[in-house]
């Protein structure tokens, strides 16, 4: 496992720009080595598995061939629709025979069924719990946080087959290790709105906001993310969601890697914690961490 | 050799798919057959009797029939053969049903494969002997395995007839599940009033020997004949000196969750199970007695007034023979914390179906008041979920458990007597109310008690700000729902259970995957099991509500009753027979017989070879087939007559 294929994903070199910067610097603290796939390609996002099935296999099979041909056993991808699009298509070949043989034939496209795809959660997941205690050197202790999961990371279980779908437990397991103190809470895996953000905003402010209310009301001081698109709905819009409810939110919404990555002794600035739009500061100060 | 074949329609059923009267014109041109005709329905009068007229006319002596499976219908045809005077084992069936038309569209194939299973029927028909079935005695004493309203009602049956009965019980008590409920739809009297007499007439019943807080050890022996070893666990009283005072049970200072009441209060380390018990005599549970694990306490010894408590009791194996056995092992709820949209049980209040009937019984730990478990107040919003692991595949149970919508409308009625001012809803799929007054009760429920019903499933419930959340859709509507709620009680489904498999195993008896015992058809024969002898009775078959239990109970006894009025079975010829020449005392057969038929058998030379016995033998070949010399042939499937078998199927007769 240290050493493996590392698909960033469109979000991850824009819009989470600091979700990239912080895995790299959490994996590469704890050893693990990431060789980002050379000439990767777009996943295909919702758009390809709305159009057609083979399309969207044929988007993913690329990128898990660059990952075959360098002889990299597994691909890990933050984003968690990367990470589904990846693991279904390995998921289609390895049901579908004749599928990877047309690829294979007609796309020149040949993957490795075996080698893993892993989503970041997932792959830290495999540490044992000492190896993360150990890179710990800041104490963060006094952080009250929420680990909110989002829909893709631990569904379909059929197909993810990690973690409780309805409750998952491996995030908070992460940073428990890292030394946060995380609240249990009934919104883990409750719908954010997603890309109803830009079809019906209505809706996806409604629920983000719910789980905002949810959060709060759990004693949360900041909600750890994993995912791009759950990120932007409750930071990026979270004032528009205040507007929308009524609501005076304040609620930090940090990606773990960052969460980790603080303990861990990075600087917020290194983590791109000033990049998000609802201000980390006042409760970096609070728990002793400078912004700088 | 005047062999006969008949060739059935079986309505359309075999001639949609088959060219019948080109299979019987084939039939004609076969070596040994004298006639061949079609017939409408074989089975039928009109059938029956072309078969045996042909058979006196024409001086048959072998009779081949295409018709159906030799499940449905070989009895029905071997006793045409009696009738008409020939050995009944001078029959071969050629499934053209089953395994022809039903499963082929293409009739020329279809046609083409009938005439193979002719062909083949005829070839095997022409080597076939004669066989004779000897008698066994039959024992009249029944045993009765279970003892909720299913065996009771089975017991009391077959006892009220005048014979002998037995019932085991694996808890310290009968009564079973029912024994728990408050009242039982569709007529919402109380199940104690109906049920308990029905205890306390079986425990005093002058033909039913009881065996409470006892299990069914090993099982051998066959249909008439069987031995079973019944192991009474200690109870650690003395059931001849108690009285049943409970003096005990108020002083002993160990507590652990109440099975009865499901864990929603305490009892001792020797308790009662309920006030009701049959027997009323307590148990010490050695798992917990500190007297037992460190001979401190012994509290209850020191103040019994009858010197009933006895430590030094050891569990007891009995051995008793039966002639028949009745299975009436019961069910259990699911584990529905799988479910973590419910909150995998970490929520007090969220209940199952049958705490929450222990909640409004008066005998139960509440005293019949509805108080949620958390904090002991009044619920004012009651949310009932039906199909919590039923009609549910992603958590591996497809099957409905067909009791669930009609207690939740109880709960709804009970709630609102109990409780006049309360709210229930009940969130639902479909609602299955389809016997006698069932779907009168449920309008009741909906239009007298104003039970709010609600259709759809609730993805989610979780607690906030110290209430219960329900989230779910109102597809009727067509919206999201949401409701706070005080109490919610899940509809769990039914399930087989784990000591119903592993009892199963040792009477060789068929079970599916959710480990309800299957039934030998599930039509014509619905109380037989698998193995002759052995019946099933109630909710260990499938799920099922009171009326229906009570019924198939009786079913089983009557069945029971069929088979014990007779004093001798006749038994199958179809069996396995050592030619002991060819012997050579491997005994590779001992081991793989399923039903321990074979024995050792010592001849005047002091070698040991193996020997059938016909009586356990069932005739399913695995010995025949193992055997390194060919040692050991089966009746009406030797090897001659299979080979022969072979040779129709090879002959490429032209069609």
Request: glycine content about 8%; proline content about 5%; hydrophobic content about 40%.
């Amino acid at each position: 496992m240290s050493k493996l294929g590392y698909f960033p994903g469109c979000s991850l070199e824009h819009s989470a720009l600091e979700y990239d910067q912080s895995s790299r610097y959490v994996c590469r603290k704890l050893g693990i080595e990431l060789v980002e796939l050379p000439d990767w390609s777009c996943c295909g996002a919702h758009a390809a598995h709305h159009t057609q099935h083979k399309l969207a296999c044929a988007l993913s099979a690329r990128n898990l061939s660059i990952a075959t041909t360098l002889g990299l056993g597994s691909v890990v991808a933050p984003c968690p629709a990367c990470y589904s699009g990846l693991k279904f298509a390995q998921t289609a070949l390895k049901n579908d025979p004749q599928l990877k043989e047309k690829f294979k034939n007609e796309l020149k496209l040949d993957c490795n069924a075996e080698g893993k795809v892993f989503s970041l959660v997932e792959l830290l997941s495999q540490l044992a719990p000492e190896t993360l205690k150990a890179q710990v050197k800041v104490d963060l202790g006094e952080l009250k946080v929420v680990a909110y999961y989002g829909c893709l990371l631990v569904r379909p279980p059929k197909l993810v087959q990690f973690d409780d779908p309805e409750n998952p437990s491996s995030m908070d397991d992460l940073l428990t290790a890292a030394g946060v103190q995380m609240l249990p809470w009934d919104y883990k895996v409750q719908c954010c709105g997603a890309v109803l953000a830009v079809s019906n905003p209505d809706i996806q402010l409604k629920l983000s906001g719910d789980i905002l209310q949810m959060a709060k009301l759990a004693g949360a001081e900041a909600v750890a993310v994993a995912c791009p698109l759950c990120h932007a709905n409750l930071d990026l819009r979270q004032a528009q969601i205040n507007k929308y409810c009524g609501s005076k939110f304040k609620l930090p919404i940090l990606y773990f890697t960052q969460v980790m990555g603080l303990a861990f002794g990075a600087s917020p600035k290194e983590l791109g914690i000033d990049k998000h739009m609802v201000a980390a500061g006042p409760l970096l100060s609070k728990a002793g961490i400078n912004q700088a | 050799m005047k062999i006969g074949v008949f060739i059935c329609h079986c309505g359309n059923n075999i001639s949609a798919a088959v060219g019948v009267e080109l299979v019987a014109r084939h039939a004609l041109r076969l070596p040994g057959v004298v006639c061949a005709h079609t017939i409408h329905h074989a089975c039928s009068e009109p059938g029956q009797l072309l078969i045996q007229k042909c058979i006196r006319e024409k001086g048959l002596n072998r009779v081949v029939i295409g018709a159906c499976s030799p499940r449905v219908h070989e009895a029905t045809f071997q006793r045409v053969l009696v009738q008409a005077g020939l050995n009944p084992y001078l029959l071969e069936l050629a499934n053209l049903r089953e395994q022809c038309s039903w499963v082929h569209e293409d009739r020329e194939a279809a046609t083409r494969k009938a005439i193979d299973l002719i062909d083949m029927a005829v070839g095997k028909v022409a080597r076939l002997q004669p066989l004779l079935s000897s008698k066994v005695d039959v024992n009249k004493r029944t045993l009765v395995i279970g003892g909720g309203i299913a065996g009771i009602q089975a017991a009391l049956d077959v006892a009220d007839s005048g014979h002998e009965v037995v019932l085991v019980e694996r808890t310290p008590t009968i009564g079973g599940n029912m024994a728990r409920m408050d009242k039982v739809f569709p007529t919402l009297d109380c199940s104690a009033c109906i049920l308990t007499p029905k205890m306390v007439e079986l425990a005093t019943h002058p033909n039913i020997t009881l065996h409470t807080y006892s299990e069914v050890e090993q099982v051998s022996g066959f249909v008439g004949n069987f031995k079973v070893q019944i192991r009474k666990k200690a109870r650690l009283v003395d059931m001849e000196k108690c009285t049943g005072c409970g003096a005990c049970t108020l002083k002993c200072p160990i507590k652990a969750p109440a099975e009865f009441n499901l864990g929603l209060d305490k009892r001792g380390a020797v308790y009662i199970p309920f006030p009701q018990a049959v027997p009323h005599i307590p148990v010490i549970d050695k798992s917990i007695c500190t007297y037992v694990l460190k001979k401190k306490c012994g509290l209850c010894q020191k103040i019994c007034p009858t010197d009933a408590i006895a430590f030094e009791q050891q569990d007891e194996v009995l051995e008793e023979e039966f002639g028949a056995i009745i299975v009436a092992t019961g069910y259990e709820l699911m584990d529905w914390t799988v479910y973590g949209e419910y909150g995998h049980g970490k929520y007090k209040d969220v209940i199952t179906s049958l705490q929450y009937e222990r909640i409004l019984s008066a005998s139960g730990p509440t005293g019949g008041h509805i108080r949620r478990p958390s904090d002991g107040k009044e619920p004012e919003v009651i949310a009932i979920i039906a199909c919590v692991g039923s009609r549910d595949a992603a958590h591996g149970r497809p099957y409905c458990s067909s009791v669930c919508c009609m207690y939740s409308a109880k709960y709804a009625m009970l709630t609102r007597e109990h409780l006049p001012n309360s709210r229930v809803y009940i969130f639902y799929m479909d609602i299955r109310a389809y016997s006698k007054m069932y779907e009168e009760f449920v309008q009741r429920a909906q239009e007298k008690y104003g039970a709010n019903y609600v259709r759809g499933r609730v993805s989610k419930v979780f607690e906030r700000n110290g209430r219960l959340v329900l989230q779910g859709a109102d597809t009727l509507l067509g919206q999201p729902v949401e409701l706070e709620a005080d109490l919610v009680v899940l509809a769990v489904g039914i399930t087989g259970t784990a000591s119903t498999i592993a009892l199963a195993k040792k009477l060789n008896i068929s079970h599916d995957e959710y480990g309800f015992l299957t039934e030998s058809h599930p039509k014509l024969r619905p109380v037989e099991s698998s193995t002759p002898g052995i019946f099933i009775a109630g909710a260990c078959q499938s799920p099922k509500d009171i009326p229906l239990t009570v019924a198939q109970a009786s079913s089983a006894a009557s069945k029971v009753l069929g088979l014990i009025s007779h004093d001798k079975l006749e038994t199958s010829p179809l069996v396995a027979e050592v030619n002991i020449r060819r012997c050579v005392g491997c005994f590779r057969c001992l081991d793989v017989c399923p039903f321990s038929a074979i024995e050792e058998q010592v001849l005047r030379d002091g070698s040991k070879v193996a020997r059938v016995n016909p009586a356990l033998c069932q005739g399913c070949g695995l010995c025949s087939a193992i055997c390194p010399p060919a040692a050991i042939a089966l009746s009406g499937f030797t090897d001659d007559q299979l080979i022969s078998q072979m040779e129709g199927l090879c002959s490429q007769n032209p069609v």
